[in-house]
């Protein structure tokens, strides 16, 4: 009979193997860190880790981030090992055009893969969201003698991701709301591209986690598994604090004449280093080939199996003593609508409309949240210090006391961490159950600014409320008045940018992020009043097509205005204004480019005929415009930082103004 661990070291070379091969035939890697790192993966990944192969999704299973996730042979090393759906011939294609193993691990692309790592550090962060989530899950759902939700975290994380801001900012937070499923394990292996880290990080890294109130050990040999075991079963008996397992190890270990040097950080071995390397492991099989016996002993498909078996066991007994909440509990782990929210929105999109208030969108936004959370009790909002400001709390909402979790909440308080805050709401949208929401300024969405395009590669349906989005910010200054944001995160591939102009397109916005499946959405909003827009039900049933004509003209328009935001209510003056004068022209509202672009050619050219004239108006600035307008068009913005001053003024400083859009139609036509 196969022994269960015929010997770790066996079995962490089986990772080296296929790490060194694998780089070898893609020409390019990082073999170093899974080298370095194989013996952490056999402990964790044989002894602890909760998962089926069989079933990646399944709901109740362990969390695994790689933070460094430049060292992807190892998570694809195990996943092939333990059974997911990971081929030697995928192994084989490591890096290649068409091929499943990416360089780095990337979410929705690999099967086992929990989030996409590569910008290091945000791994880190991701699985804060995972154990904030499952604690959160967890508190609502769990009953006496039904823990339906009862996993772990497991994160590795190297040098890299220790000396990024975002560390500090994810795991404080991890510290104060003690999360004590989240063990992570500190690859502390002293090299990084540049030498010796000793250099430029010389942290005191197990007295920095100490403040942070975790739970730390220290000196652990990271290439002995039995020490790596022990550590594991300590850091799951401490259940009020996360843990740190500091791991001392050597990178590329196992490589005679390339371990413990920058060089094996990021290259490959070569043929020669390769052949000696086989040769200092003792292993004589050709490249690829791992031993039956190792093999066996990887495999996890048998007992991942047996523990989702009884885990779906507990689920049923569940189910029979607590129909409702089972029922809540399978609709939002797997992310489906409640079955009332298309007729529920539409009568409160109905009542918005007939308030017909002019306020500011951050203002129509809250108004919104009133509406639909009781319809969505995922919603988890959090703010970096500005609910007060982003008007993310609603009517019955609960802040999350981190000193009272068990008690509940909807709404989190992140403090100033938007960089860390919009990665671990990354994490909650990743683990499932939620529908979570980071608030800041707009321009302070620079910070945050690589997790949301994280979000938008990994497809996933996280909610950006960004306010005070231009000059109107006024007094605060070109510190705070964002120019050049709105634009550049148009330009983000697969995230939604909207951009309403009064309470009626906010709620649309917010019924869009809603349903969004597979793209995050960004909600730019107003720090000032603006009017309310009047509109049949058909005109408010095209705002869901991201742009429509808001206000048209008798016949054939002479010119088409295009505006967003607060500037709509400038382009609907110019309107008043030019029809005065005997010009004709049309209005479009353009609140979502994502949307808009998606609708087919035919309502495109209807909305924005071609051959005829156009102006945009948006207080930003303009060359985005000119995919609308043309070199031949005419834009009102502003291609500078803008000024302190009352909001008004600053607009007629930069002349975006209702007779400046006249202006420009007359020099048109």
Known sequence: MLSPFPSSTALADAIRILTIDAVQAAGCGHPGAPMGMAEMGVALWTRHLSHNPADPKWVNRDRFALSNGHASMLIYSMLHLTGYDVSLDDIKNFRKLGGRLPGHPEYGHTPGVETTTGPIG????????????????????????FPIVDHYTYAFVGDGCLMEGISHEACSLAGTWKLGKLIAFWDDNGISIDGRVADWFSDNTPKRFEAYGWHVISGVDGHDVEALDKAIQQAKAETDRPTLICCRTIIGKG?????????????????????????????????????ADVRAAWNARDVGAQRQQKWQALFEGYRAAFPAKAAEFERRVNGRLPKNFAAETAKLLAT????????????????????????????????ADLHACTMTEWDGCKHLRADA??????????????????????????????????????????YARNAIRMAALMKINSIFVLTHDSIGMGEDGPTHQAVEQTATLRLV????????????????????????RDS??????????????????????????????????????????????????????????????GVAVRVVSLPSHFIFERQDAAYRDDVL??????????????????????????????????????????????????????EAVKGLV
């Open 405 to 446: 979790l068990e008690e509940g909440g909807n709404v989190l308080d992140y403090g100033i961490r938007e960089f860390g805050m919009t990665a671990i709401v990354n994490g909650l949208a990743l683990h499932g159950g939620f529908l979570p929401i980071a608030a800041t300024f707009l321009v302070f969405s620079e």
């Open 493 to 516: 591939p697969n995230l939604d940018v909207w951009r309403p102009c009064d309470s009626v397109e906010t709620f649309v916005a917010w019924q869009a992020a809603i349903e969004h």
């Open 122 to 145: 945000q791994g880190l962060a991701n699985a804060v969201g995972f154990a904030l989530a499952e604690k959160l899950l967890g508190i609502e759902f769990n009953q006496p003698g």
């Open 520 to 581: 995050p959405t960004a909600l730019v909003l107003t720090r000032q009043r603006v009017p309310h827009q009047s509109r049949d039900a058909a005109r408010i049933e095209a705002i869901k097509r991201g742009g429509y004509v808001l206000s048209d003209c008798a016949g054939t328009p002479q010119a088409v205005i295009i505006a967003t935001g607060s500037e709509v209510s400038l382009a609907m003056g110019a309107q008043a204004k030019l029809a005065a004068e």
């Open 609 to 662: 005929p071609r051959g005829i004239p156009r102006v945009a108006v948006e207080a930003g600035v303009t060359d985005y415009w000119r995919k609308y307008v043309g070199l031949e068009g005419a834009v009102i913005g502003l291609d500078r930082f803008g000024e302190c001053g009352p909001a008004q003024e600053v607009y007629e400083f930069f002349g975006i103004t209702t007779d400046k859009v006249v």
């Open 352 to 383: 918005i409309d007939a308030e017909a208030k002019s306020v500011a969108t951050r203002h129509g936004s809250q108004r919104a949240l009133n509406a639909l959370a009781p319809l969505m009790p995922e919603f988890l909002s959090g703010s």
């Open 255 to 291: 490589s005679p004449n390339r371990q413990d040097t920058p060089g094996v950080h990021g290259n490959p071995l070569g043929d020669a280093e390769i052949a000696a390397t086989r040769a200092a492991l003792g292993i004589t099989s050709g490249p690829f080939e791992i031993a």
